[in-house]
């Protein structure tokens, strides 16, 4: 096994990129960073062993900062058996065919975003049209009504301001603001929900039961705060689709020409754009991993965005391939912390998408106009500038 010398990850994206290609499978960084890992079955492997890699790796959040609304609910940082209960008791109301019965109320969001979009030269993609069409599906299914949707649409901008290493410095504190904001909004809105209940999802979150257990109200209004922050991939999703497709113009041409392969491309986008850079886990007993073992209590860092370009699994990975034969990648992750939203983001992306492809002749990104998300983090952007030639609409 050849070993690569470490150094630090670059927050430029083109040399992050680089970066990932040179790492070994398992590689040990010095002093106290941690282990890394790069290779697809690896990464898979580590994903999958939660008795060995613990997902509680957040500091405890204070019960006086307004951060708590993370903390209870939050299956992402979450082990078993806790997890497996909570998941049991969302699963029951977030169901899979729930979802595709979303389908006529997304398409109505798409369409009120896209009309006010229509007609431009260009627009911010990500302010005025993906955060507030996450925002607004997200809102609506939940039962939040009018008033209500415009603050979960400033709470998305705010959150993709965490990942800006442009942002001004106030970005935390903006947070820190929308959440307190949020959480009196949720805990008033679930108490209204529990005396009159509907056929919102917040409804569904209030009668699910697992062996007489239900959900408490610091629980769901935690597990909205959860459906937000981790909602904001399929926002970064449709905008990396535009800045891959701008970059593949021949793509978008054989997606105008070919319908049928837009799941597939939504597919590849996700691989070569991995939303999600990487993930941490901590050992909670020695394990080996790619023939290194890596004693218990250290910090892993799971690299997602190297995993689906590895040359071990993917056929040139470092291909944008809307026609891609196999595509395993794990952008939504592996294992019991497999996406619960998958099944909402694919179906937000495919409608949003087709209806672009759908109204436009021609798209294109502005680079001038466009603030890259720091790539150590995740691969999108904060503010995107595209530039629309539309169709004549009938």
């Excluded at 079955?41 to 890699?53: I, R, S, T």
């Excluded at 008033?147 to 959150?159: I, T």
């Excluded at 990104?365 to 603030?371: H, K, L, S, V």
Aim: one cysteine or more; glycine letters at 8%.
């Amino acid at each position: 096994m050849t070993t690569s010398v470490w150094t630090p990850p670059p927050a430029d994206e083109a040399e992050l990129t680089e970066w990932l290609r040179a790492r070994d499978p398992v590689t040990r960084a010095p002093g106290a960073g941690g282990w890394h890992v790069f290779g697809y079955p690896e990464v898979k492997e580590v994903l999958a062993d939660h008795g060995a890699f613990s997902n509680a790796v957040v500091r405890p959040v204070p019960d006086d900062s307004p951060m708590r609304l993370y903390r209870t609910g939050n299956l992402t940082w979450m082990d078993p058996p806790r997890h497996r209960n909570l998941r049991g008791l969302v699963s029951q109301a977030f169901t899979p065919r729930w979802v595709a019965g979303l389908e006529p109320m997304i398409r109505e969001t798409v369409a009120t975003f896209l009309d006010g979009l229509r007609g431009r030269a260009e627009a911010d993609f990500v302010r005025e049209f993906a955060s507030p069409v996450v925002a607004t599906v997200i809102a609506r299914m939940l039962g939040i009504p009018g008033k209500g949707q415009q603050l979960f649409q400033e709470w998305s901008r705010s959150l993709l301001a965490l990942a800006d290493p442009s942002a001004e410095g106030n970005g935390l504190q903006q947070v820190l603001t929308r959440t307190q904001i949020a959480e009196a909004y949720l805990h008033r809105f679930v108490a209204r929900r529990r005396a009159a209940p509907t056929d919102d999802l917040t409804s569904k979150l209030i009668a699910a039961e697992i062996d007489g257990e239900r959900l408490g109200d610091d629980e769901i209004a935690g597990l909205i705060a959860l459906l937000m922050s981790t909602g904001q991939a399929a926002t970064i999703t449709l905008v990396n689709a535009m800045i891959v497709l701008g970059r593949h113009p021949e793509a978008v041409a054989e997606l105008r020409a070919r319908p049928e392969l837009l799941d597939p491309a939504i597919d590849e986008v996700m691989r070569y754009r991995s939303e999600t850079t990487r993930v941490e886990r901590r050992t909670v007993r020695d394990v080996v991993i790619g023939g290194h073992e890596i004693p218990a209590g250290q910090s892993v860092s799971v690299w997602i965005a190297a995993a689906n370009r590895d040359p071990r699994v993917f056929d040139d990975p470092h291909v944008f391939d809307v026609g891609r034969a196999r595509n395993p990648h794990i952008a939504f992750g592996h294992g019991i912390h497999y996406c619960l939203g998958a099944p909402l983001a694919r179906l937000e992306i495919r409608i949003a998408l087709r209806e672009l492809l759908d109204s436009t002749l021609d798209f294109a990104i502005d680079p001038a106009g466009t603030r890259l998300l720091d790539p150590r983090l995740m691969f999108g952007a904060s503010e995107a500038t595209v530039r629309f030639t539309w169709k004549e609409k009938q």
